[in-house]
């Protein structure tokens, strides 16, 4: 059993920055890709970022891409979304999740979630 946890989130202005942080406080961690996803209401979960197992390989969503930076330490078994340059419409809520698959880069499918933590942006 893989529990995530996410503490962060919260409210910001436009243009300025926040950090997310996902902590693996159980199972299998630094062999899993891990992706960030969020959700407003209304629409699907949407791809936000991805990190490989590793650390090496980082894929982003074009809304975010130069804005967003996901990175991970292993050995804290954390997964990070650094949040610059925020837009109203990047409130949502956020998710981490877990690769189903070992050894893969992060885009999914994931088996595990975390609890999702509010990101809101006023203009």
């Known amino acids: 059993q893989v529990q995530l946890v996410e503490p962060g989130g919260g409210l910001a202005q436009a243009g300025a920055s926040l950090r997310l942080s996902c902590a693996a406080s159980?199972?299998?961690?630094?062999?899993?890709?891990m992706g960030w996803l969020r959700q407003t209401p209304g629409k699907e979960r949407e791809f936000v970022a991805a990190?490989?197992?590793?650390?090496?390989?980082?894929q982003y969503a074009d809304s975010v891409k130069g804005r967003f930076t996901i990175y991970r330490d292993n050995t804290k078994k954390m997964v990070n979304l650094q949040m610059n340059r925020l837009k109203p419409e990047d409130t949502a809520v956020y998710y981490c999740?877990?690769?189903?698959?070992?050894?893969?880069?992060?885009?999914?499918?994931?088996?595990?979630w975390g609890q999702g933590t509010q990101v809101t942006v006023s203009s």
């Open positions: 159980e199972g299998a961690f630094n062999t899993y890709g």
């Open positions: 999740a877990r690769d189903a698959s070992a050894y893969q880069v992060g885009s999914g499918p994931y088996d595990y």
């Open positions: 990190v490989s197992w590793r650390g090496t390989n980082t």
